[in-house]
């Protein structure tokens, strides 16, 4: 990874961090706070993330649900809104996916 996608991805970060209570940011917002189309940008981070913009972005929201699970007293479904899931189901299942563990799982684990 060069210097330019190393930037390419911290600014990503930061504009998904930015509006990560915002259900509507999607990959066409993101395409647009980077200046690159959207097949740019499904090219560019695939071949540096391996991951689909779509899943960069679900990726970043998890990490800080699991963050809030671990540090917070806000309930799932709390975080599950703040993290800019509309659905809790949803949220469950992908949080499942990323960490094999369920967002209650995960947080009596980290309790232990």
């Known amino acids: 990874i060069t210097t330019l996608d190393e930037e390419?991805?911290?600014k990503a970060v930061k504009f998904v961090e930015d509006n990560i209570d915002n259900s509507d940011y999607s990959v066409n917002q993101l395409g647009e706070d980077l200046g690159m189309s959207r097949s740019q940008l499904y090219r560019?981070?695939?071949?540096?993330?391996?991951?689909?913009?779509?899943?960069?972005?679900?990726s970043i929201r998890l990490k800080r649900a699991a963050q809030l699970l671990k540090n917070s007293s806000y309930n799932i479904?709390?975080?599950?809104?703040?993290v800019g899931f509309n659905s809790l189901k949803y949220f469950n299942k992908y949080f499942k996916e990323q960490f094999?563990?369920?967002?209650?799982?995960?947080?009596?684990?980290?309790?232990?």
């Open 8 to 10: 390419l991805v911290t």
């Open 77 to 82: 479904s709390e975080i599950s809104d703040i």
């Open 100 to 112: 094999n563990l369920t967002p209650g799982q995960y947080r009596a684990q980290s309790k232990e």
């Open 44 to 58: 560019k981070f695939e071949s540096i993330t391996g991951l689909t913009p779509n899943d960069f972005i679900r």
